[in-house]
């Protein structure tokens, strides 16, 4: 199918910045990007489409989600909001390990199910891309569930989705010893769902109340073994060296990164490691340390942003609001808050058919009812998507 959308401005995302495109067009055939420029240039197609001066990016990437869970934790969020710490909530039986049970008692029908919203939220504000963890199973069986649920949502709409295996997210309650735990993901679930198909990249909680820099590096050498790409979330409470340890073994990303010291800037700059920021976890855990933007940039560290969309940290669905998130908390630019959800992001998922309107790239296109690109980042609550292209449909 050959198609062109023309009569609008474009943001290619090519190169560094927005790529801007003021009298543009994209042209499309099977699937894939054949042009996109001015209009002047434009292959002549049989089916034309006449955008009325509408903007166009990227169809948007949202490359850091755990939105394949059951239950909910606003009990959890009533109760921080009386007072009770995170800890108080731990040991109440609350926080990650009370996702995990309603996960568990949940079947793979019903996850699909009660997943399939908030993945609608995402595609309603123009993502065509998306990366989903596990990491609320816990077991070999229940971690398969939440990643076969994942697979499934791919098929129910149009959207690519992206898995990543996050077994060791916590220490379920059948185990007492971390170390046994991560014995077990190496030795057992990791390599099974590998070998299913089930897993497109490795990441871990690398944290004082996760997993030790010595526990994420035994699960980032079985991934190597395997071929699959590794990710981690770092730096979010504390600074252990994670998002070092993680460019050590070429991470696609280090994710988070409050706490994020120089030392470890410079080592992402060297690997290419990409900072995942994530401003809705920020926002609603009322965290007051920011990450370190300015050396990032300092250091040509690539910045991508996403939802984080979970229940215990960041109950967002929200690609523009997340936006808007990291300008006003984080100061990005607006430049750095769309590339982040599209370019970058795509960059941070290793994606590299994604993320910009060029020549051979997927035709996933977002049309927005703007004047300006400003006002992706700048409204809170308003979705502007006037359509949005898969694979040029
Ligand atoms: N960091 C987070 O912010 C989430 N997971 C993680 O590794 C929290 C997940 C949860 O509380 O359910
Ligand atoms: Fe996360």
């Not at 504000?125 to 569930?145: A, C, M, N, Q």
């Not at 030790?212 to 035994?218: E, F, G, L, T």
């Not at 920021?277 to 940039?297: H, I, M, N, Q, S």
Request: hydrophobic share 45%; net charge negative.
């Amino acid at each position: 199918m050959n198609r062109l959308w023309h009569n609008a401005r474009l943001m290619t995302l090519e190169g560094r910045g927005l790529g801007i495109v003021e009298d543009g067009a994209v042209a499309c055939e099977d699937g894939a990007i054949t042009y996109a420029g001015p209009s002047a240039g434009a292959p002549k197609t049989a089916e034309r489409i006449d955008c009325q001066g509408r903007w166009i990016s990227p169809g948007l990437v949202d490359c850091h989600t755990h939105l394949v869970y059951a239950g909910n934790r606003a009990r959890e969020f009533e109760l921080r909001l009386a007072g009770a710490s995170y800890e108080e909530i731990a040991r109440s039986g609350g926080g990650i390990v009370s996702t995990m049970k309603a996960t568990r008692a949940a079947t793979e029908d019903e996850l699909v199910a009660t997943s399939l919203p908030r993945l609608d939220a995402l595609i309603a504000e123009g993502v065509t891309t998306v990366e989903i963890k596990s990491g609320y199973g816990l077991s070999l069986t229940d971690e398969r569930k939440q990643l076969r649920a994942a697979r499934r949502l791919a098929d129910l709409r149009a959207v690519a989705v992206t898995t990543t295996f996050l077994g060791a997210h916590a220490l379920p309650p059948e185990f007492a010893d971390r170390d046994a735990y991560v014995t077990h993901v190496c030795d057992t679930m990791l390599p099974a769902l590998a070998a299913e198909g089930l897993v497109d990249a490795v990441d871990a909680f690398c944290e004082g109340i996760g997993f030790s820099p010595a526990q994420v590096a035994r699960v980032f050498e079985v991934a190597r073994t395997l071929g699959l790409p590794v990710k981690l979330h770092a730096e979010q409470l504390s600074d252990l060296g994670g998002a070092a340890l993680a460019a050590g073994h070429g991470a696609l990303s280090a994710d988070h990164l409050e706490y994020l010291d120089e030392a470890g800037v410079a080592a992402m700059a060297a690997s290419g490691t990409v900072a995942v920021l994530l401003p809705g976890a920020f926002y609603f855990t009322r965290e007051e340390k920011r990450p370190p933007v300015e050396a990032l940039r300092a250091h040509g560290v690539p910045i991508a942003l996403a939802t984080d969309c979970n229940p215990g940290t960041s109950p967002l669905t929200s690609p523009l609001l997340a936006m808007n998130m990291a300008a006003t908390l984080f100061r990005l630019t607006v430049e750095e808050c769309i590339a982040g959800f599209t370019r970058e992001a795509a960059r941070a998922l290793g994606h590299s058919d994604v993320g910009t309107l060029e020549p051979g790239k997927a035709c996933d296109l977002a049309i927005w009812d703007i004047g300006q690109p400003a006002e992706l980042v700048y409204r809170m609550g308003f979705n502007p998507l006037h359509a949005r292209i898969r694979r040029g449909q």
